[in-house]
């Protein structure tokens, strides 16, 4: 295997151990230079790169938010027909059907 040097524009360093290589080159790397164990690439990200960086995290955080209310808002229908004391459905209940709180978690 091969040990790969990575060096970012803010002087920060990447080291990674490649075990199976091909033959193929990426678009992204621009150039190598070998020096013994060590084979050094130089990686040019495409332009707007931070912009996707910052879309895929907002829709990371917005999936999880969505996500936990829609659990929330369903349990909270099931805790509420559980306080009416109704037949749960593990035990053959379907009276969640009819809780509008559970739907709403379910469409949301």
Same mark, same amino acid.
């Given at each position: 295997g091969a040990v790969l040097s990575f060096s970012c524009r803010d002087s920060c360093q990447a080291w990674c151990q490649i075990i199976?290589?091909?033959e193929s080159r990426s678009p992204f =790397?621009?150039?190598?230079e070998e020096t013994?164990?060590?084979t050094n690439w130089s990686i040019s990200m495409p332009s707007?790169?931070?912009y996707h960086l910052y879309i895929g995290l907002a829709l990371?955080?917005?999936s999880s938010i969505f996500i936990g209310s829609?659990?929330?808002l369903k349990k909270k229908g099931l805790?509420? =027909?559980a306080d009416r004391g109704v037949t749960r459905a593990g035990q053959g209940g379907h009276s969640y059907l009819k809780e509008w709180l559970w739907w709403a978690g379910l469409l949301s």
């Open positions: 199976n290589v091909s =790397l621009t150039s190598m013994g164990n060590e707007g790169s931070k990371a955080i917005g829609s659990f929330i805790l509420k =027909l």
